[in-house]
């Protein structure tokens, strides 16, 4: 009753009229759909594309294999908005995908964290679920009961970075001891800097030797380089999407300084950082909560070959964010076959219940009464190049999800030498 009376005063705000609010369904035919909010302009619009792209992959494979069969093979309709790469634009967008689409089951997004949080009272108002591969704790932490992270949270991937360098350490001696965290300022940035100072706290052969952030979107970080190199860094640990993480590595280039990088995500996994940086992004590591060669996809022969099905598709790697969207319907879709019906708090309820094996690193989801899968594990990619000649992020750590070997790089040979 309280999703009805939500959404009629919703329409009728921003509509100036009734418009029908049943989440029910209307008809055999009528598509079952899933709503998208995403950056498809501003900067981080590429983030958009993919996102678009894996979540299209995934309605047109359920589709195309039957559609909902619990549901006498509803298609699903996957509903895409921009979010313009802005926090207060998102909010907006959910009440205005809510209103336009009073049958909308299920919705996912939205590329960053501070993207995420202002949309979540929105979505908990009208009972509908949201799902999220996005890492702040902060999202399932206000005791939201329709809000699902189905993956790893900014404490897990500082702990992989950190378990990675001292691997690296142990394994070819490389004594690597003094880590620089540099990190934009946003949700994402702060978390993933909070957490990568306390995993660095809890080392016994590493210290945090520099520790700084910046603005987004920069157009020169040399002053934040020049700091790294005065404080010996060796190892560095940045939080950055595409424009910045390639600024900050063309940047160390033009100063000669070769620390290894351990990504934080975002911009170092996606397929433009390896396209402009060409031969220099080889053995470029960095952690991720998705990877479309993780040990959990390549086991499942349903998912095994959705990384090449993507590229195939659309010319390009899947990236992180391509696999994450396609996880999102996918678990949708499951939920939905679980319950056979429309009816959202049904559908939250059986996506809580969820014990399945997905696209999600760390094997059967187990979400907690927060909303968070507590099996959830980051991995650590390196971008390699393979037989063909192009260079894709594969999965090297933890044992448990790696698929290929880790390969030395010039600069690591020349340390453990």
């Known amino acids: 009753m309280k999703k009805v009376i939500f959404c009629f005063l919703l329409a009728l705000i921003l509509a100036g009229g009734i418009i029908s609010c049943t989440r029910s369904t209307t008809g055999a035919a009528a598509p079952i759909k899933i709503g998208m909010i995403f950056p498809f302009s501003g900067p981080n619009a590429d983030q958009g594309v993919f996102n678009r792209q894996g979540a299209q992959l995934a309605a047109d494979?359920?589709?195309?294999?039957?559609?909902?069969?619990?549901?006498?093979?509803?298609?699903?309709?996957?509903?895409?908005?921009?979010?313009?790469?802005?926090?207060?634009?998102?909010?907006?967008?959910?009440?205005?995908?809510?209103?336009?689409?009073?049958?909308?089951?299920?919705?996912?997004?939205?590329?960053?964290?501070?993207?995420?949080?202002?949309?979540?009272?929105?979505?908990?108002?009208?009972?509908?679920?949201?799902?999220?591969?996005?890492?702040?704790?902060?999202?399932?932490?206000?005791?939201?009961?329709y809000a699902f992270a189905f993956a790893?949270?900014?404490?897990?991937?500082?702990?992989?970075?950190?378990?990675?360098?001292?691997?690296?350490?142990?394994?070819?001696?490389?004594?690597?001891?003094?880590?620089?965290?540099?990190?934009?300022?946003?949700?994402?940035?702060?978390?993933?800097?909070?957490?990568?100072?306390?995993?660095?706290?809890?080392?016994?052969?590493?210290?945090?030797?520099?520790?700084q952030k910046y603005q987004a979107s920069s157009s020169d970080l040399s002053a934040l380089i020049v700091g790294l190199m005065n404080a010996g860094c060796d190892a560095v640990f940045p939080t950055s999407y595409t424009q910045d993480a390639k600024l900050i590595f063309n940047t160390m280039v033009q100063y000669k300084y070769s620390p290894l990088i351990i990504g934080g995500g975002a911009g170092f996994l996606y397929p433009v950082f390896a396209q402009d940086l060409g031969d220099l992004v080889d053995g470029v590591l960095s952690v991720a909560s998705h990877n479309y060669d993780a040990k959990t996809i390549r086991d499942n022969p349903q998912f095994a070959k959705t990384g090449e099905e993507y590229e195939a598709r659309f010319k390009e790697i899947m990236p992180e964010q391509g696999v994450s969207a396609f996880n999102a319907v996918y678990l949708v879709a499951q939920a939905l076959e679980k319950t056979g019906s429309t009816d959202t708090t049904e559908l939250r309820d059986a996506i809580r219940e969820l014990t399945i094996t997905s696209l999600t690193p760390g094997g059967n989801l187990n979400f907690d009464n927060t909303g968070w899968n507590q099996n959830g594990v980051a991995v650590m990619i390196q971008w390699q190049r393979d037989q063909d000649g192009v260079f894709r992020p594969h999965s090297v750590f933890p044992p448990s999800e790696a698929t290929v070997d880790f390969q030395l790089t010039d600069m690591l040979k020349e340390r453990a030498k």
């Open 61 to 145: 494979k359920i589709n195309s294999a039957g559609g909902i069969k619990s549901l006498g093979g509803r298609k699903l309709e996957v509903l895409f908005y921009d979010n313009q790469s802005s926090s207060d634009v998102s909010r907006q967008v959910a009440e205005r995908l809510l209103a336009e689409h009073p049958d909308v089951i299920a919705a996912h997004g939205a590329s960053a964290s501070a993207f995420v949080l202002p949309m979540l009272a929105s979505f908990e108002k009208a009972q509908v679920p949201f799902l999220t591969a996005q890492t702040s704790q902060t999202i399932t932490g206000q005791g939201y009961e």
């Open 152 to 211: 790893a949270q900014s404490p897990q991937f500082a702990a992989t970075q950190v378990a990675m360098l001292e691997w690296l350490n142990q394994t070819y001696n490389l004594g690597m001891t003094k880590v620089g965290i540099i990190y934009e300022d946003s949700e994402w940035g702060l978390t993933n800097s909070q957490a990568a100072r306390n995993e660095i706290g809890k080392s016994r052969t590493l210290s945090l030797a520099y520790d």
